[in-house]
């Protein structure tokens, strides 16, 4: 069955520390994306990749960093620097060309402890 | 310019009513508005979207009606279920170009 596994479901981080959300597609979709959704504020785009081994920031990528090794990885590290990140966090992805719809994962919830 | 303006924040509607959530745009270069569904807990997924060549499509209780002069959008569910209580989300691309949001429709149907 192909679509988006994110992991872990839920996520707790500590002060100071870094964790790394993981993102796998297996639709062979070109372009991946990562949102962050808080209540009332809809989705905000942190990063997306059209083709492997580059991205680009969204609006809020400050606190985040991404690779893009492989089409169908695209992990998102929450960092130190990122000071408010308890909210839920969506992985989605897409085929480029024409109007395709995207596709998203089930989301992780990231709370601090 | 690439804001999607999206109300009402929230929506209270009895069983068998009709739905109306809006959407304005500003940037002229969207050819492609998709409206999410999304449950407690799931991602967004979509349910149905369309091109500013057509000014309605419909798929089952769902319809959208597109004003491209008003550079608005809505979605219309017909005959609102309470398995239709979801949030709702309009969206607009360029295509190719990553998908712009409205922040969000939270839909509540009375039983």
């Known amino acids: 069955d192909g679509g988006i596994t994110q992991s872990p479901k839920y996520l707790f981080r500590k002060e100071g520390q870094n964790v790394t959300l993981s993102c796998e597609q297996n639709l062979n979709h070109d372009a991946m994306y990562w949102y962050r959704q808080d209540p009332g504020q809809g989705l905000r785009l942190i990063y997306y990749s059209q083709i492997v081994n580059d991205f680009q920031k969204g609006d809020i990528a400050e606190g985040y960093s991404v690779s893009r090794e492989k089409k169908e990885s695209f992990p998102l590290t929450v960092t130190s620097a990122q000071k408010n990140p308890t909210a839920f966090y969506l992985c989605?992805?897409?085929?480029?060309?024409?109007?395709?719809?995207?596709?998203f994962g089930d989301g992780t919830r990231l709370s601090i402890l | 310019q690439q804001q999607v303006k999206q109300s009402p924040q929230s929506l209270i509607v009895q069983k068998g009513g009709i739905s109306i959530i809006n959407c304005a745009y500003e940037?002229?270069?969207?050819?492609?508005f998709p409206w999410y569904q999304q449950f407690p807990g799931k991602g967004p997924a979509l349910l149905i979207a369309i091109r500013p060549d057509v000014s309605e499509k419909k798929e089952g209780r769902f319809t959208i009606s597109f004003n491209k002069s008003a550079k608005q959008f809505s979605l219309h569910i017909m005959d609102s279920q309470p398995g239709d209580s979801a949030t709702y989300f309009c969206a607009a691309s360029i295509v190719n170009d990553k998908i712009i949001f409205g922040k969000g429709t939270r839909l509540h149907i009375l039983p």
């Open positions: 989605a992805s897409r085929s480029l060309g024409g109007t395709q719809p995207q596709h």
């Open positions: 940037n002229t270069a969207f050819d492609y």
